[in-house]
């Protein structure tokens, strides 16, 4: 199995920036793809940014150019620097693994989730 914490979140206000990091923990794993996702009240989860083993990177159109994903294979840690925050960006945060083990399939842990709130 593999574990998700994440850090970083909070209250900032707008035009601020904040630093999400999280950090998978387990044994005998090997992860390909980390992200985060985020929900706003009412809303879908969406998905934010994405990044492989190998550096290739998928990102929302809603967050290009203000957003940067960036992980640390040999620490197993993936963080989202976000900048230029504004109130669109108020959601939960979840970070994700697509991973696997023995297994020849790839499977998928979620983290809790942590709050990003921006005021204006």
């Known amino acids: 199995q593999v574990q998700l914490v994440e850090s970083g979140g909070g209250l900032v206000q707008a035009g601020g920036s904040l630093r999400l990091s999280c950090a998978a923990s387990?044994?005998?794993?090997?992860?390909?793809?980390m992200g985060w996702y985020r929900q706003a009240p009412g809303k879908q989860r969406e998905l934010v940014a994405a990044?492989?083993?190998?550096?290739?990177?998928n990102y929302a159109d809603s967050v290009k150019g203000r957003f940067t994903i960036s992980r640390d294979n040999d620490k197993n840690t993936v963080n989202l620097q976000m900048n230029s925050l504004n109130s669109e960006d108020t959601a939960v945060y979840y970070c994700y693994a697509h991973w696997r083990g023995d297994e020849r399939w790839y499977r998928s842990t979620w983290g809790q989730g942590t709050q990003v709130t921006v005021s204006s």
């Open positions: 990044i492989t083993s190998d550096g290739s990177t």
């Open positions: 387990g044994s005998s794993f090997s992860i390909n793809t």
